[in-house]
Nanobody, 123 residues
Framework: QVQLVESGGGSVQAGGSLRLSCAGFGSRSNCLSWFRQAPEKEREVVAR???????TYADSVKGRFSISRDSATNTLYLQMNSLKLEDAATYYCAADSRWCYSIRWHSTDFAYWGQGTQVTVSS
């Protein structure tokens, strides 16, 4: 049973940094992803980490966010730098045994989800 647990959210001023963590996925999780959802908005993909090491990012976070995976501890990270007001949201990690290329970029069709961690950005 895969149970994802996110941590690392919090409040930060614009321009600041946070690092989110997600633990609980197994070695068979070939596609790992971070999503976010702001109030009254749809959940959107932020970044993906494929089992072959490929990392992909939403245009809105390219150059500011970095996704990584520690295979030894099966922990997924999202380093968020230069945070903007519009980055404020609840962030979710998701995992699936399928390879990322078989899951459409905007799709939320992942088998496993965490409970979310809140990120607040203030001016």
């Amino acid at each position: 049973q895969v149970q994802l647990v996110e941590s690392g959210g919090g409040s930060v001023q614009a321009g600041g940094s946070l690092r989110l963590s997600c633990a609980g996925f197994g070695s068979r999780s070939n596609c790992l992803s971070w999503f976010r959802q702001a109030p009254e908005k749809e959940r959107e993909v932020v970044a993906r980490f494929s089992g072959d090491g490929t990392r992909t990012y939403a245009d809105s976070v390219k150059g500011r966010f970095s996704i990584s995976r520690d295979s030894a501890t099966n922990t997924l990270y999202l380093q968020m730098n230069s945070l903007k007001l519009e980055d404020a949201a609840t962030y979710y990690c998701a995992a699936d045994s399928r390879w990322c290329y078989s899951i459409r970029w905007h799709s939320t069709d992942f088998a496993y989800w965490g409970q979310g961690t809140q990120v607040t950005v203030s001016s």
